[in-house]
């Protein structure tokens, strides 16, 4: 049992380990800038977050992470005391007790003689054991309950893995949006420069009677809809950046985050047949789902057991006083064995039988469930990967004509060859198209996360993996 719960914690470490370090190495974002991925980050003003520092520090605060590795702590503790009852107990007691004289129980003859050495009982008396109690049979109920608990164990060894993977999942999204969402304040930035520029190129051409007053106002107003925009998207940053902080629980120093890697498409070609069948041997959540209708049998077979008897053997060293003479020091062995057959008991076996059978059948479901679930959310996920990668592909082409389009207009307005009309047009195009492209970077490396998330998180082309940490 201690090899065991030996193991587990082994293989905790492992799990945290293997994510991190593998999850940190991915192509799409660079290598990290140094640093130990166990080391906890400095303040938000220090140093720029990496991928791999925000890796660690998820791996020891994320709130979801700890709150399943307590309850594998939990499950690990219940574990150890189920295991008590199949070991023997030893136990020692001691008693020191003084009789009055009303509870001296003597014979009818000697009720009404004056007290002498020959009739008397001690009024005083101890009594100091040693005992060792030892369950030998209770219909394997004990057992049953055993091996149960081992196996509810293990499943929550599985859901700290997979709450890891989760987690791991998430931070890649939430370190993409922070990088999304910069970008797009970066190219709010750069359009009101843009537009303050244009702005001033109108004043002179009303100045000089080329353009009427409406086109300056009209210049005016989307110079100050594009600062409006640029408050809106500094906004959305910031919200991003909060909720990344609140899945690390890294303070916040009121300054704004500094990120360290490339916003750029992951490296993913991974075919459906492989990931599906990887899916089926990795998935956490499908051997804890097994390991469900297992405890559920083992469960039921327990309860079987309180319709057999229950036998117990015990041994005992005692001494004790005389009861007629408290000089007198009696010592010795006691072995025994007491035996209990419940008989009736209103039928409460038989319930919580039924109640068992189906709590099996539930897990029977919930099993099956998983299993489809795996191929179905695979295949849902690969059809979405399929039309981001052509919407990422049609929007960064869009980005570059927009380009061109958006500088070429503004040249020929400055020497008169284009309206205002056709600058504004041209920039606003290539502003969605800043946007969307964007966003589908976004979109296409999150689907590739999920996916690395509904695999088990072993995916050999987008993750180096350290031989550090293989199993």
Not at 198 to 206: A, D, F, Q, S, Y
Not at 259 to 280: M, N, S, T, V, W
Request: glycine share 8%.
């Amino acid at each position: 049992m201690l090899l065991m719960f030996t193991f587990y914690f082994r293989r905790l470490a492992v799990v945290l380990g293997f994510v991190v370090m593998g999850a940190v190495t991915s192509p799409g974002f660079g290598q990290p800038a140094g640093g130990s991925a166990n080391a906890v980050p400095p303040a938000s003003g220090d140093l720029p977050w990496t991928l791999e520092r925000a890796l660690a520090r998820a791996m020891e605060a994320n709130a979801e992470l700890l709150a399943a590795k307590h309850e594998f702590e939990r499950q690990e503790g219940m574990r150890l005391q189920v295991r008590a009852r199949l070991l023997p107990s030893v136990s020692a007691n001691a008693g020191l007790n003084e009789r009055a004289q009303g509870l001296v129980d003597e014979s009818p003859l000697q009720r009404f003689q004056p007290p002498s050495p020959e009739n008397a009982v001690a009024l005083y008396s101890y009594d100091v054991r040693l005992e060792i109690r030892q369950l030998v049979f209770d219909g394997f109920s004990s057992w049953n309950q055993i091996k149960r608990q081992q196996l509810i164990s293990r499943q929550a060894y599985l859901t700290l893995h997979s709450t890891v993977l989760r987690t791991v999942s998430s931070v890649r999204q939430a370190f993409d949006a922070i990088q999304m969402r910069t970008a797009l304040v970066t190219a709010e930035e750069r359009r009101v420069e843009e537009f303050v520029q244009l702005v001033e190129w109108t004043r002179r051409k009303h100045l000089v009677g080329e353009v009427p007053e409406f086109e300056l106002l009209r210049a005016e107003a989307e110079l100050q809809g594009a600062r409006a925009e640029l408050a809106e998207a500094g906004r959305t940053l910031g919200q991003t950046e909060q909720s990344f902080r609140r899945l690390l629980q890294a303070r916040d120093g009121g300054e704004p985050l500094r990120l360290d890697g490339k916003f750029q498409p992951r490296d993913f070609r991974l075919p459906l047949d492989e990931a599906i069948a990887q899916a089926r041997a990795n998935r956490p959540d499908l051997e804890g789902a097994a390991l469900a209708v297992d405890a559920a049998r083992r469960n039921e077979r327990s309860v079987a057991g309180r319709y057999l008897p229950r036998v117990e053997a015990f041994a005992s060293y005692g001494t004790r006083s005389s009861y007629y003479n408290s000089a007198v020091r009696l010592e010795g062995w006691t072995f025994g064995a007491m035996g209990q057959w419940s008989l009736f008991e209103g039928g409460a076996a038989r319930g919580q039988k039924i109640s068992l059978r189906a709590e099996l059948r539930a897990a029977e479901d919930k099993l099956s469930e998983t299993q489809h679930h795996i191929t179905s959310r695979l295949r849902e996920l690969y059809h979405g990967l399929q039309q981001a990668r052509v919407s990422l592909e049609a929007q960064e082409r869009s980005v570059g004509l927009s380009t061109r389009a958006s500088r070429d207009a503004r040249r020929l307005f400055e020497v008169g060859q284009a309206s205002l009309e056709q600058v504004l047009q041209s920039g606003m195009t290539h502003r969605r198209a800043e946007s969307r492209f964007g966003e589908a970077v976004y979109n296409f490396n999150a689907i590739v996360a999920d996916i690395e998330s509904s695999v088990g998180g072993r995916l050999a082309d987008s993750l180096v993996i350290s031989d550090r940490w293989k199993p």
